[in-house]
């Protein structure tokens, strides 16, 4: 990524004009195991993906530290030795009446934590200076020199509601959302969730609601570094003097970048002068960026869903959805959506071997941005109509490894066709299911660059069967994948900000145990023969 100059910025600018888009999975035993006292709500199988994955149980069994009542009274019982020393208490067992009474506090305690629907799910936001967001919205038309910003961060980031589509969309949740918008989606989401605490010292996990990608988004082109960084140190000089930070060094906390992690890694020693440092920076490295890619090697960011342009409010509204791409006719094989990449050497790029393949073959549907109307790939009903009309739907890298076509074509029910694993395997690996072969088909890039294999071939081979059981899987996964109207209050399904929230608790309750923060997994370690050793 060490590129640097007018080259890089011409890569990085050709990002803002690729819609994108795939999505991923869901749970309903968590979904029972803290189901809020709201009805089920009718038809909730139809969407929600009923098999448990392994991977996610073990998370969510993570995910229950003992509740702090229960941390108190359990320490009362194990004092160190010198502070007995100084009350003189005698180090032999407590007499039987005390004994009695810790153990009714212990049960007491117990059934507080079962009571309590949100034991162990606290989450803490740590409120910012407008500096750090609302000023940011407010300056709106400093965002972006190509796009309006303002009114994409309309509607708490969902962007202008989509209303004359020609009946390719449902009246009603569908939204003309940027990719860059996350962060304010999901401060806005936050703002709903049912397990909010003004105590620090009870949350799981603190939430920091920095627009990092809006603030690095304004200035990566014509900026010196040092304006780059400029509010991300303030930001972590603020964060380190708050009583929340002291806790555990700021390990508890997260905040969520809603651009690629690359942006937030500006490797000076290479000269370099795209992005910023804010991952880089000590505090930084003790929080976990919730990124819409994650660095191969980087276990401090985890990649979750870009945002699709459905924010259903309601469990209704994604099962209809849901029966529209059941039911769509797919008159292609495959599909591609997109634009080619400029540069890329003389031996072409993986992007632009898949561009031809999908052009030679009568059974690819090509939508090559900027040819004309027809072929306008910002318009979203132009795009979902176009992923709604394959039954696979390719996801090359382009100026990095991740999509969000990759979201849009899964929300189309379209199988996604993956070329390297950084595209969705690693990334999204609290979204995605692990087994991978079961919603998606992985084609090793490099042989598709070099000529050897023909993705129709690949294809081609599997049968109808085989095809409909994927992309029943890819249904599945649609309510997972998808950011839930951020305005409204519990819409009956889990979406991709509660299954996050889930995923940032279990780990935040691994990191305060002394553990990585992921599991060693040979699912994923397989993978790495792909990125380069760093
Ligand atoms: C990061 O966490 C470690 C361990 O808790 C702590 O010692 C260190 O001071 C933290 N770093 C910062 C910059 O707060
Ligand atoms: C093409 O790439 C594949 C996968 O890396 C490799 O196995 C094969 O040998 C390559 N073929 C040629 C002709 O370079």
Known sequence: MASGGAAAAALRAARWLLPLAVPACCVVWMLLAFAPPTPPVLGNEDIVHASPRPPERELIVDASPPPPKLEKITGASSQPPNRQARIGTPPSPPPPQVARRQERQRRAARRAAVADRCAGRYIYVQELPRRFNADLLRDCRSLSEWTDMCKHVANAGMGPRLTRTGGVLP????????????????????????????????????????????????????????????????????????????????????????????????????????????????????????VLESGPWHAGDVGVPYPTYFH??????????????RRARRPWLFAFAGARRPGGGGGGTLRDAVIDQCARSRRCGLLQCGRGRRNDCYAPSNVMRHLRSAAFCLQPPGDSYTRRSAFDAMLAGCVPVFFHPGSAYTQYRWHLPVDHAGYSVFVPGESVRN??????????????????????????????????????????????FDIAVDGMIARVGRIKRGLPPWEDNHDQRRWNGYFDSQ
């Open 312 to 325: 259903p409010s309601r469990a209704a509204e994604v099962a209809s959805w849901q029966r529209t791409v």
């Open 451 to 496: 000529g050897t294999v023909r993705v129709e071939d690949v294809l081609r081979r599997f049968g109808r069967a085989e095809v409909a059981a994927m992309r029943e899987r890819v249904v599945r996964m649609i309510p997972g994948i998808v950011y839930r109207d951020p305005r409204t209050p519990a819409g009956g399904f889990r979406d991709a």
């Open 171 to 290: 009246p009603t949740g569908w939204y003309d959302t940027n990719q860059f918008t996350l962060e304010v989606v999901f401060h806005n989401r936050m703002r709903q969730y049912g397990c909010l605490t003004a105590d620090a010292s009870r949350a799981a996990a603190v939430y920091v609601p920095y627009y990092a990608g809006l603030d690095v988004g304004r200035h990566l082109w014509g900026f010196s570094n040092s304006v780059r960084d400029a509010l991300a140190e303030d930001l972590v000089g603020w964060l380190r003097s708050t009583p929340a930070w002291a806790a555990h060094g700021g390990r508890d906390h997260f905040l969520v970048g809603g651009r690629i992690a690359w942006d937030f890694r500006r490797q000076d020693d290479g000269g370099g002068e795209w992005g910023s440092r804010l991952l880089l920076l000590p505090e930084a490295r003790n929080m976990t960026a919730l």
